[in-house]
């Protein structure tokens, strides 16, 4: 399957656009594949909301009677038991946008991302390949400065298509598969080092028979000589990202791992 291209008129796809393109396409995957019960945002909210309202009722219970007390205790049993449900896929996701904003920080030119949803990388149900072309981008600190993370119209506008054109093209469309795993896995510089979030996976390739979903991110105004090897690059069908070579750029693969929550009524799309 060949690389459909997503377009933006902005000059550069810079850091803060790669974190928020493939932070939505995450939570895209996790809720077509049902392995999250709603979408990434709801489940935020619905998350930071069992928390405050727990610390009122734990408030509330030195100022209440006996049958307002009982009542409290009650409601916090609830809540501590969602808290419980969400809780270690919210730090996972929270842990894997930390990640995303590092490398994304560290590294102004991420060249591709994998997210393989699966048992493991190498033994995927569903693969999605994300290729961006920076255009003119411009090194900030020695890919060391700040970032603004504040999500920008350029970002939106990619996510928005990049989901469009995924649901286009079928993803999400299969019978629910249970509970899986969602691994990011992001090409760098050999050179990269961060340990506590990436591991280096050198010679990381997935199964052939997969076909995965490959979308290619570019700005409209890059230069022809780039736009023209970033095509021939692209357009043949059997090249992948795992298919190309460089001495320098190798994989490295978050540690962060997304575990799906089972899903009580699974529903066939």
């Known amino acids: 399957m060949e690389y459909t291209e997503i377009e933006t008129t902005a000059d550069s796809i810079d850091g803060s656009v790669n974190f928020h393109v493939i932070n939505d396409v995450v939570g895209f995957v996790l809720y077509m594949h049902q ?16 928390h405050t309202e727990y610390t009122e009722l ?3 219970l030195t100022q209440s009677d006996i049958k307002a ?30 990640a995303l904003k590092l490398i994304t920080t560290e590294i102004y030119n991420i060249q591709g991302v994998i997210l393989v949803l699966g048992a493991s990388p190498i033994r995927p ?3 999605y390949e994300l290729c961006f ?32 054109m995924l649901i286009t093209k079928g993803a999400g469309s299969g019978s629910y598969p249970g509970p899986s795993k969602l691994f990011l896995l992001v090409k760098a ?13 050198r010679d990381f390739k997935y199964s052939k028979k997969i076909v995965p979903f490959r979308l290619r991110f570019k700005c409209r ?49």
């Not at 392995?35 to 998350?47: A, N, R, V, W, Y």
């Not at 007390?69 to 930390?98: C, D, F, Y």
């Not at 510089?189 to 996976?201: A, D, G, R, T, Y």
């Open 189 to 201: 510089p050999s050179s990269f080092n961060l340990p506590l979030h990436f591991l280096p996976k």
């Open 125 to 127: 149900q569903h693969v």
């Open 133 to 164: 072309s920076n255009g003119n981008a411009v090194v900030v600190g020695n890919g060391r400065g700040e970032v603004d993370f504040t999500k920008s119209k350029v970002a939106d506008g990619l996510s928005r298509k990049a989901i469009r």
């Open 35 to 50: 392995q999250i019960p709603s979408i990434l945002q709801d489940m935020s909210l619905e998350f930071d909301t069992f």
């Open 221 to 269: 105004t890059q230069d022809q000589e780039i736009g023209s090897l970033d095509h021939a690059e692209q357009t043949g069908s059997s090249t992948s990202l795992t298919d190309s070579t460089s001495d320098d750029l190798i994989w490295f693969q978050c540690r962060h791992v997304i575990k799906g929550l089972a899903s009580n009524t699974p529903t066939e799309e």
């Open 58 to 60: 734990e408030t509330a």
């Open 69 to 98: 007390r009982r009542i409290n205790v009650a409601r916090m049993r609830e809540i501590k038991h969602g808290i419980k449900r969400l809780e270690k896929l919210m730090n996972t996701v929270s842990n894997l946008r930390t």
